[in-house]
């Protein structure tokens, strides 16, 4: 109940400052931060993040592909891996 409590209040907090701040100061905030996407240092950071992502995905697929292939000799019986002929 304090969860839903403080993520209410912090809602109602965040409008109420929003709603202040006004027009002009969400068009600033979108301008920066669409000039900071822009930016080489933000599109080297996005690239390298990509990169690691999908090398983290290839290793996930392999563990996965190797695990599979362990339960798959263990229930077909594989006596190399302790399985039990079947």
Known sequence: M???????LGLAIGYVL???????RY???S?????FRRSEP?????????????????????KASEGVAKVTDLVRGD???GGRAV
């Open 2 to 8: 304090r969860f839903r409590l403080g993520l209410f």
């Open 18 to 24: 929003g709603a202040r701040a006004g027009r002009a």
């Open 27 to 29: 068009e600033q905030i």
């Open 31 to 35: 301008r920066a931060w669409s000039q």
């Open 79 to 81: 006596p190399a891996e």
């Open 42 to 62: 933000a599109q080297q950071l996005s690239a390298d993040l990509r990169v690691a992502a999908s090398r983290a995905g290839q290793t996930v697929e392999q």
